[in-house]
């Protein structure tokens, strides 16, 4: 899949280590990433007690501010904060920033063989983008820092590609250390998606064209859509992708020997996403006519890019509109060897994945469901690393 990093704008600030692994590796999860697995690790409670404040601007209109707090370690357990907020314009026309982005975490030590910890983490934002590829002779006639995207009314500039979403995430984690040798780690996480992308939809006037520096100007097509008894003929809309996940990873480690460790664990998650299109801006009609919904309008839960409950109702959706739904369950056992330079390990895994379309795109807005498909899933690897030096290592995996 995909990595939209603008889903996690800010997540540096909350960043204390990045672990990126090219192809096959030990990563302890039922489902494994051929080409390569990326580990985020954010700032742990433990830090110690105080807070910063940072001020950043661009040359071009971009700034930031960041404020980060730490309780340290209390009686009452360990709080940290970080939270952001960038605003301001691209280094390309139209490519604006509005984003915000929390990291908040608690810990508590429950005796001396329980601790749990809770973290939520989260980024709305909206920006601008350029999508439209440029030919070289555009690039030498508007500049580097033009955008095909922009468009024009009544002299205020608007960009028709932009993206927007807010994905936070909430987990619970239990760790418990059943003996010196034995551990076993549980973690319980939620993550609601909300929001989607932006582009044209229909098409405009053969009579609309560009102004001098290159932009649509689209108030001709104004009038025409405001004038139109079948609805606009062109105008904006977003591309919604919704989702719901729930999921649990729990995994015993236990030391066999010095330089042998076993681990065992078992992954649960269920998915929803929900895919439709929904009205932006009408460019000045009154609704959008679609095949199954003939007189579409601009929702007002429509573009909102903090409130993720806010979700446009089925009978103003148009082009498309339909859920996907994912059961998963797996589980997975490691053994590794690590003594001096030599590492090694060996993995395999089984799963069950259950996956169902729901199609809700048709003249009553009902919901049709698929067969049921059930896939069974396995996977098996092996590999080894030996450090060279402090800054040298060679590593194989296979699998």
């Not at 409670?45 to 940072?54: L, M, N, Y």
């Not at 509005?98 to 810990?107: C, P, T």
């Not at 001396?112 to 809770?118: D, G, N, R």
Request: zero cysteines; a neutral charge.
């Amino acid at each position: 899949g995909w990595v939209y990093f603008s889903n996690w704008a800010g997540i540096g600030d909350a960043l204390k280590q990045m672990q990126v692994q090219r192809g096959l590796g030990a990563s302890k999860l039922a489902i494994q990433s051929v080409g390569g697995t990326m580990n985020i690790i954010t700032k742990t409670t433990d830090a110690e007690k105080g807070g910063s404040f940072q001020a950043s601007l661009t040359d071009y209109g971009m700034a930031k501010q960041t404020l980060s707090y730490s309780t340290g370690n209390t009686k009452y357990g360990a709080l940290s904060f970080v939270g952001s907020r960038t605003f301001g314009d691209g280094y390309v026309d139209g490519t604006y920033t509005k984003a915000y982005s929390y990291f908040l975490s608690y810990a508590k030590d429950l005796g001396l063989k329980h601790k749990i910890q809770f973290t939520a983490i989260g980024a709305p934002q909206e920006h601008g983008q350029r999508t439209s590829r440029l030919t070289p002779a555009e690039y030498d006639k508007y500049g580097l820092k033009y955008n095909k995207d922009i468009y024009t009314i009544n002299g205020e500039q608007k960009n028709i590609a932009t993206n927007y979403y807010h994905k936070p995430i909430f987990s619970l984690n239990h760790y418990w250390t059943i003996s010196p040798k034995t551990s076993l780690n549980t973690s319980a996480y939620a993550s609601i998606g909300h929001g989607g992308g932006s582009g044209a939809i229909g098409s405009y006037a053969s009579t609309i064209v560009r102004d001098a520096e290159g932009h649509l100007v689209l108030d001709p097509q104004v009038a025409i859509n405001a004038a139109s008894t079948t609805g606009s003929k062109y105008g904006i809309r977003n591309s919604i992708n919704n989702h719901t996940w729930y999921g649990v990873l729990s995994t015993l480690n236990h030391d066999l020997t010095d330089n042998l460790n076993l681990t065992l664990g078992v992954d649960a998650r269920t998915y929803k996403g929900t895919h439709f299109r929904e009205m932006r801006d009408l460019i000045g009609g009154s609704y959008y006519k679609d095949i199954f919904t003939p007189n579409a309008t601009v929702d007002p839960n429509a573009s909102d890019y903090i409130d993720i409950t806010k979700i446009t109702p089925e009978n103003n959706r148009v082009a498309y509109d339909n859920d996907g739904l994912v059961d998963y369950e797996g589980t997975f056992g490691q053994l590794e060897y690590s003594k001096d330079k030599l590492s090694a390990f060996v993995q395999g895994a089984i799963s069950q994945t259950q996956y169902q379309r729901v199609d809700r795109y048709n003249a009553t807005h009902t919901e049709k469901f698929s067969e049921k498909v059930n896939i069974t899933g396995y996977n098996y690897k092996a590999g080894f690393n030996y450090n060279l030096d402090e800054k040298n290592n060679v590593f194989v995996n296979a699998g």
